[in-house]
């Protein structure tokens, strides 16, 4: 797309009408707090009838798909043989967020009521899905949609149950009307020979962005999981005054030591350079039962732990098995795992992050990578052989909250990145080979270490943590060793001197700050193969750490 076509008045205002849009479908699903649009459900598909509305009153084409799905497409693409799909869902957690999954479905819609209104023809067709079911919090599996899609939704997921009603995914999805034997029998409902590239834009679910002061980034890789639903634990009720610590066999204390297990290796491996994280977001004792002086019998929980490594998922599901084996033999207790839900990490397209990257740059928002925590459609479509890419939007508060807080403007910047980017895309993405794929996805060089400063609370511990990364780094990467060893040199001393716990807020909030300004200049010089300019760099972040510490010896 030439750069010129960016400054082209615009027909309409974006933003106005997509704040427009994201106001009325809140309004139209809004629950006690926040909003909810269960999967699969009545509110599901009204949502989905608004946006039918809306593309049709803009001149576009929308048709329901065998996975009952919307499509939307300019009317001289609806049956065009291959084209660029963009995509993401819209159903919610309950009590959600309004942002998460629609701002990728309102994006691309808008770019498609864009290219409508000013006239605009995309290099290659662009067609825009709006999908159902990928949150997993009403059955447990997740991108329920898109697995049925490309024909990789297995018969215990269907099997899943609803956690209201305890009618299974099967009968949920046969009441919306698909045809299920296709499905059962895990046939693609989307022929993958004619997408040529899978792209979709998401709120960012963490605070990367927000820290870097960036609007929007493109995705590297998107992290995998395995999930148990339900843990149950059972042990022994009693009084809790009466029953001495030798003749407990208190299944609460079981969870907690499990837990606290898990949380110590998370931290060693996380310092390590590792990359994963670990949640319990549901623990429940049975509330029938349940009392301020009783040891309990039972308890639930849930367990999520997330990597973009395989063998890293591969090596904490092996230690959660070994450990509840242990805790049931020293305290007498019997753990219930139920079913683990594995997805695989999924690495986005190299060239697509490239092509996007400099979209993003055309812009005027800085080029810049990250992975993603969250698990999104686009790593079903990339493990099915297409290729994928994300771009994600700036969010405060997290995601699958109320709080969710997108700014208006950013939405637009990001979703001008993408109109950037199909203007210049011909549909030629090379096709991947279908494969489970692993390994780790390649990230922006020295910002992990950043990241583990921010992921472990920005205190002296994570300091410390961040300079162990950094020397492990410097031995793994020769190239990039003087940047990684300065870097551990600084984390280590701020660390160490600022470990008595004794310091206020705004000091390490300082610290961060000069900190990234260091990661900036790293990034930026040994992205250049000018021997020089890195020595240069590395000795005037060198200079202003000598600096800092005479100055703190003076005061």
Known sequence: MPAALLKTAEVFDLTATAERLFAEIAARTADVDGVSRPAFSEIETATLEYLIDFAQSEGLVAEWDAGSNVVFSLPEHRRTPRFTLIGSHVDSVPRGGNFDGLAGVLSGLLCLVRACREGFVFPAPVKVIAMRGEESAWFGPCYIGSKALVGALFADELAARHRADGRTLDEHMQATGIDMAPVRAGKPLLDGATVSAYLEVHIEQGPVLIERNLPAAIVSGIRGNFRYRKIACFGEAGHSGAVPLAYRHDPVLAMAELLNVLDAAWHDFVAKGRDLVVTSGMVSTDQQKHALSRIPDSVEFSLDIRSQDSAMLETMHALVLSHVGRIERERAVRFDLGQALWTSPALCDERL????????????????????????????????????????????????????????????????????????????????????????????????????????????????????????????????????FILATAAQEFGDLHYDGGSYASVFEQELERFQSYVDMLDKAFQDSDTEQRLNVVSKIATSIIRGKIAEHQS
Do not use: C, W
């Open 353 to 484: 992050i490239a092509m996007l990257q400099t979209a993003s740059e055309t812009t005027g928002v800085p080029a810049s990578a990250i992975p993603s925590g969250g698990g999104h459609d686009a790593a079903v479509f990339s493990k099915a052989g297409i290729p994928s890419a994300m771009i994600f939007i700036r969010n405060r508060n997290g995601s699958h909250n109320p709080q969710e807080a997108m700014e208006i403007d950013d939405f637009g910047l990001a979703t001008g990145i993408l109109y950037q980017f199909l203007g210049g895309f011909t549909g030629t993405a090379e096709r991947a080979t279908v494969s489970n794929q692993t390994g780790k996805a390649k990230v922006s060089m020295f910002s992990s270490i950043t990241d583990i400063i921010r992921e472990k609370g920005n205190g002296a511990r994570a300091y410390q943590a961040a300079a162990v990364a950094a020397r492990q780094a410097a031995l793994a990467e020769p190239d990039r060793a003087a940047g990684y």
